[in-house]
């Protein structure tokens, strides 16, 4: 599976942006999915995650209420809307595929990484 993330920008506090995820590879509808994010000297945490079928989806603390999670197997994307963004926000934002976990050493395959700076 490769994963190709999109959308992070420069955005006010108060703001919304959308992530999208693609992936590739045919084994992708059988994987969990998650957001991960690390901002400078910080280590990488968990923001949310979803199973193959949408059926289990969970959130860090620090987003619940803000952010949703979502995924399209037919169209192998996952997505990350983002709402009431705050500028402790701002990070790389990373998708994964592996096994749904809170744990990022549960995920076998990483994207690139996407940036998004929330302004005050």
């Known amino acids: 599976v490769q994963l190709q993330a999109s959308g992070g920008g420069l955005v006010q506090a108060g703001g919304s942006l959308v992530l999208s995820c693609r992936a590739s590879g045919r084994t992708f509808s059988r994987h969990g999915l998650a957001w991960f994010r690390q901002a400078p000297g910080k280590e990488r945490e968990f923001v949310g995650g979803?199973?193959?079928?949408?059926?289990?989806?969970y959130y860090a603390d620090s987003v619940k209420g803000r952010f949703t999670i979502s995924r399209d197997n037919a169209e192998n994307m996952v997505y990350l809307q983002m709402n009431s963004l705050r500028p402790d926000d701002t990070a790389v934002y990373y998708c994964a595929a592996g096994s749904l976990s809170q744990n990022k050493a549960s995920y076998d395959y990483w994207g690139q990484g996407t940036q998004v700076t929330v302004s005050s």
């Open positions: 979803i199973n193959w079928s949408g059926s289990s989806i």
